[in-house]
């Protein structure tokens, strides 16, 4: 399960795996996610927000995670990875082979910090 929220005026979509992913996960995002880009065309940063790494509830949200990913990383301008899980923690270093957006890794504690990279590169609506 994910809890998740946009920062509207922001144009920055936080996400918080709470439990193992799931297909329906990545749809509500989805739903969150798809009237800003109509309106905006790309989302300004993604703040995944994660003590550690819950892992795929089956293999459908394993598939529905790579779709996600798949379908909208050319809109997110900046990725920070929020967490003291290992798996997430090399996320920035696998990631530049797979998506285009500025991915980075910031400890569990420095949510703050990581907000504050996403807002520095703010675009105006």
């Known amino acids: 399960m994910i809890n998740a929220e946009l920062l509207r005026n922001e144009g920055i979509l936080v996400v918080r795996p709470v439990d193992k992913l799931e ?8 739903l969150l996610a798809d009237p800003y880009l109509e309106e905006h065309g790309e989302l300004n940063g993604l703040m995944i927000e994660a003590e550690s790494f819950p892992g795929w509830e089956d293999f459908a949200g394993l598939l529905s995670h790579i779709r996600f990913v798949r379908n ?10 929020v967490t003291d899980s290992g798996f997430l923690a090399i996320l920035p270093k696998v990631a530049d082979y797979f998506v285009s957006a500025d991915v980075r890794h910031f400890d569990y504690e420095e949510r703050g910090k990581a907000l504050n990279w996403l807002r520095t590169g703010l675009k105006t609506p």
């Open 23 to 30: 297909s329906a996960d990545f749809e509500r995002l989805r």
């Open 72 to 81: 909208y990383q050319r809109k997110i301008e900046r990725v920070a990875a």
